[in-house]
């Protein structure tokens, strides 16, 4: 059932991914919307760095948007 | 060892007051790339804290775990016309116990044997970063340093963005390097190690593309390799190859709804590695301007498959093997809400998630561990900027 | 289908974009507009009415982080050098009038401010980054064109304008 819902989804995401991908140009004076506070890619930097060190030292998995960060005692 | 892991009251202006320009995004590169405006100084207070075991879960000694204070201090600030400087002190305070090894209970199922009494550990971390700013980009160098106890690290990192001429795209790149020193406390639990390095270099590749007035997409690619010691010393049942390949595709996706006055968020990695490992993480959030805060929920699902040579129980007959629960197959949802407001010069954060995870909740198979996490976290934070 | 409307559409786009390109802009006559004041003065600003003079007209929205710094920087040049005959024209390009009035409020200014809720004559100036300055002399042609704002910009702009202001 799991292999199921996940194959799915992955069929799913071409889908999905061709409806954002028609690009329309936009002027430099029409990115007031793109430029809104609640658009930004991260929540904040340190709330990022944070975050992503809480997830990298309790799960397996580490890295995502940026290289990986300096080391600490997370294995 | 760490394990820490007016004003006008409905104007969208004051906002967009509190968006720093050092962030990399695609859409803010048609600004054209600056230095911070302003000098920001900021405060930020978390509180982690871990669910107790289930009483059938533990074998022996205390079910509680973790409980950490994270502080976090920084300064950033424009230097001259073309360069910013930011100086980030954290200190990590945590205490609490974590899973030694897992045997087999009285009931015939695995439990854990935890670490004993209360560690009490501090770690201290400083990083420095400088950015250098030009018409089409920026480029900045970090240096931080990580000390505690059991362990220290020193890490370089490199990063820059490069904006195409019509400002719509925006390529990034960043490499760092990380060199760690174990040196495991011996008071606590035995441990068969004095000390031991390992080194970690990373590497990131994106793009981001403004598709709309109102959408932006970016994908990425990421390769980490360590190599060195990478065994748990805290761990009685535990051996790992000196060798660990990671690999991450990432996609995120950002959406305005004009009407609404809110902002979709989407984000996704797939994570792969060398030792068995496979994962999806996909994350959803709704910012919502509320006058000049922000309110915004948010979900996370999270799932992984457990490594070649992790087992309830680890099979010590093995070349390697872990009983490490964060090598297990399992499922986690995070549930969130984060909320922001800029008064003036001040900004004030505060943020509250819940983690819980679950063998049942994977999407991959195998066994379950029996010491798999669930917490929550708050976090309160101040910003003030000035000239 | 959709695909292939857009990259036509696009494209043009891009050429329309490109025909005043920022380069091209310099030595070529500034084009006339006449936008409603939000601040600073009543009815509508017109660019022809003050030629003769020099003009530094800045596109500018309540969302350009630079504009903090940019605008009260103009506001020093153009407090220093009005009586010398420089003007100063700020046109925002804000979708919404009353976030321009809010940032005026937190950013005050002494020259004339204009909204261009359309975009028409932004367009029409080939915008390519904001902020965007056009410095203006006193035949009306374009003389130089700034894109982004950094602190201490507006010294080199001082000596650009004290130029085209001597008799």
Same mark, same amino acid.
Not at chain 2, 109 to 130: F, L
Not at chain 3, 130 to 152: A, C, E, N
């Given at each position: 059932?799991?292999?199921?819902?996940?194959?799915?989804?992955?069929?799913?995401?071409?889908?999905?991914?061709?409806? +954002?991908?028609?690009?329309?140009?936009?002027?430099?004076?029409?990115?007031?919307?793109?430029?809104?506070?609640?658009?930004?890619?991260?929540?904040?930097?340190?709330?990022?760095?944070?975050?992503?060190?809480?997830?990298?030292?309790?799960?397996?998995?580490?890295?995502?948007?940026?290289?990986?960060?300096?080391? +600490?005692? +997370?294995? | 060892?760490?394990?820490?892991?007016?004003?006008?009251?409905?104007?969208?202006?004051?906002?967009?007051?509190?968006?720093?320009?050092?962030?990399?995004?695609?859409?803010?590169?048609?600004?054209?790339?600056?230095?911070?405006?302003?000098?920001?100084?900021?405060?930020?207070?978390?509180?982690?804290?871990?669910?107790?075991?289930?009483?059938?879960?533990?074998?022996?000694?205390?079910?509680?775990?973790?409980?950490?204070?994270?502080?976090?201090?920084?300064?950033?600030?424009?230097?001259?016309?073309?360069?910013?400087?930011?100086?980030?002190?954290?200190?990590?305070?945590?205490?609490?116990?974590?899973?030694?090894?897992?045997?087999?209970?009285?009931?015939?199922?695995?439990?854990?044997?935890?670490?004993?009494?209360?560690?009490?550990?501090?770690?201290?971390?400083?990083?420095?970063?400088?950015?250098?700013?030009?018409?089409?980009?920026?480029?900045?160098?970090?240096?931080?340093?990580?000390?505690?106890?059991?362990?220290?690290?020193?890490?370089?990192?490199?990063?820059?963005?490069?904006? #195409?001429?019509?400002? #719509?795209?925006?390529?990034?790149?960043?490499?760092? #390097?990380?060199?760690?020193?174990?040196?495991?406390?011996?008071?606590?639990?035995?441990?068969?190690?004095?000390?031991?390095?390992?080194?970690?270099?990373?590497?990131?590749?994106?793009?981001?593309?403004?598709?709309?007035?109102?959408?932006?997409?970016?994908?990425?690619?990421?390769?980490?390799? #360590?190599?060195?010691?990478?065994?748990?010393?805290?761990?009685?049942?535990?051996?790992?190859?000196?060798?660990?390949?990671?690999?991450?595709?990432?996609?995120?996706?950002?959406?305005?709804?004009?009407?609404?006055?809110?902002?979709?968020?989407?984000?996704?990695?797939?994570?792969?590695?060398?030792?068995?490992?496979?994962?999806?993480?996909?994350?959803?959030?709704?910012?919502?301007?509320?006058?000049?805060?922000?309110?915004?929920?948010?979900?996370?699902?999270?799932?992984?498959?457990?490594?070649?040579?992790?087992?309830?129980?680890?099979?010590?007959?093995?070349?390697?093997?872990?009983?490490?629960?964060?090598?297990?197959? $399992?499922?986690?949802?995070?549930?969130?809400?984060?909320?922001?407001?800029?008064?003036?010069?001040?900004?004030?954060?505060?943020?509250?998630?819940? $983690?819980?995870?679950?063998?049942?909740?994977?999407?991959?198979?195998?066994?379950?561990?029996?010491?798999?996490?669930?917490?929550?976290?708050?976090?309160?934070?101040?910003?003030?900027?000035?000239? | 289908?959709?695909?292939?409307?857009?990259?036509?559409?696009?494209?043009?786009?891009?050429?329309?974009?490109?025909?005043?390109?920022?380069?091209?802009?310099?030595?070529?006559?500034?084009?006339?507009?006449?936008?409603?004041?939000?601040?600073?003065?009543?009815?509508?600003?017109?660019?022809?009415?003050?030629?003769?003079?020099?003009?530094?007209?800045?596109?500018?929205?309540?969302?350009?982080?630079?504009?903090?710094?940019?605008?009260?920087?103009?506001?020093?040049?153009?407090?220093?050098?009005?009586?010398?005959?420089?003007?100063?024209?700020?046109?925002?390009? @804000?979708?919404?009038?009353?976030?321009?009035?809010?940032?005026?409020?937190?950013?005050?200014?002494?020259?004339?401010?204009?909204?261009?809720?359309?975009?028409?004559?932004?367009?029409?100036?080939?915008?390519?980054?904001?902020?965007?300055?056009?410095?203006?002399?006193?035949?009306?042609?374009?003389?130089?064109?700034?894109?982004?704002?950094?602190?201490? @910009?507006?010294?080199?702009?001082?000596?650009?304008?004290?130029?085209?202001?001597?008799?």
């Amino acid at each position: 059932m799991k292999t199921v819902l996940f194959n799915t989804a992955l069929f799913m995401l071409p889908l999905w991914l061709h409806g +954002c991908t028609t690009i329309e140009p936009v002027a430099a004076w029409e990115r007031g919307y793109l430029a809104d506070p609640a658009m930004q890619w991260e929540r904040g930097k340190r709330e990022a760095k944070f975050a992503g060190h809480v997830y990298t030292s309790k799960e397996a998995s580490s890295g995502g948007a940026g290289a990986a960060g300096g080391g +600490c005692g +997370c294995n | 060892m760490s394990k820490l892991i007016a004003l006008r009251t409905d104007s969208r202006l004051v906002k967009s007051l509190g968006a720093t320009l050092t962030a990399l995004p695609a859409y803010q590169s048609a600004l054209a790339d600056a230095p911070p405006a302003f000098t920001e100084v900021g405060l930020r207070y978390s509180h982690y804290s871990e669910d107790s075991l289930p009483e059938d879960s533990v074998i022996f000694r205390s079910r509680s775990r973790y409980d950490i204070d994270v502080t976090q201090l920084w300064i950033e600030a424009p230097v001259g016309g073309a360069w910013s400087i930011a100086l980030d002190v954290q200190n990590d305070a945590m205490s609490g116990a974590s899973p030694w090894f897992v045997g087999l209970g009285l009931d015939g199922e695995p439990g854990v044997i935890m670490s004993g009494a209360s560690i009490q550990d501090n770690r201290v971390e400083v990083g420095v970063t400088t950015r250098y700013f030009w018409a089409d980009g920026n480029a900045g160098l970090a240096i931080s340093h990580s000390d505690e106890d059991d362990y220290e690290a020193l890490s370089f990192a490199f990063d820059v963005a490069w904006n #195409s001429a019509d400002n #719509s795209r925006t390529w990034t790149a960043s490499a760092s #390097s990380s060199n760690d020193t174990v040196s495991p406390v011996k008071e606590r639990i035995p441990v068969f190690i004095d000390e031991e390095s390992l080194n970690t270099q990373s590497i990131y590749f994106g793009v981001s593309q403004i598709l709309s007035q109102t959408r932006i997409a970016r994908i990425g690619l990421s390769y980490t390799q #360590s190599d060195g010691y990478l065994t748990d010393p805290y761990k009685f049942a535990d051996r790992r190859p000196d060798t660990h390949d990671k690999w991450t595709l990432s996609a995120g996706y950002r959406q305005f709804m004009v009407n609404m006055d809110a902002a979709l968020q989407a984000d996704y990695r797939y994570y792969h590695d060398d030792w068995g490992t496979d994962s999806h993480t996909l994350e959803i959030g709704w910012h919502q301007n509320l006058g000049n805060h922000i309110l915004a929920p948010y979900l996370r699902y999270y799932t992984q498959g457990e490594a070649d040579f992790f087992s309830p129980i680890a099979d010590r007959s093995q070349a390697f093997y872990a009983d490490d629960y964060r090598l297990s197959s $399992y499922g986690a949802l995070t549930a969130g809400v984060r909320w922001t407001v800029q008064l003036g010069d001040w900004g004030i954060e505060a943020q509250a998630e819940r $983690y819980r995870s679950s063998n049942d909740w994977g999407l991959f198979d195998g066994d379950a561990a029996p010491a798999l996490v669930d917490f929550w976290r708050a976090t309160v934070g101040l910003s003030w900027r000035f000239d | 289908m959709k695909f292939k409307r857009s990259a036509v559409g696009g494209l043009l786009a891009l050429l329309l974009l490109a025909a005043p390109a920022i380069g091209e802009d310099v030595g070529v006559m500034a084009p006339g507009f006449s936008l409603p004041a939000i601040a600073n003065a009543t009815g509508t600003i017109d660019l022809d009415a003050l030629r003769g003079d020099v003009v530094y007209l800045d596109f500018w929205a309540s969302w350009c982080g630079p504009c903090r710094l940019s605008l009260p920087a103009l506001d020093g040049l153009y407090q220093e050098l009005q009586d010398q005959g420089l003007h100063v024209v700020a046109v925002s390009v @804000d979708v919404v009038e009353e976030d321009s009035l809010d940032f005026l409020a937190r950013y005050p200014v002494t020259y004339p401010v204009a909204i261009d809720t359309t975009g028409d004559t932004a367009r029409s100036f080939a915008v390519n980054g904001m902020p965007s300055g056009y410095l203006i002399d006193r035949s009306g042609t374009v003389q130089s064109v700034h894109v982004g704002f950094k602190r201490g @910009d507006e010294e080199s702009l001082r000596h650009e304008i004290l130029e085209l202001l001597a008799p």
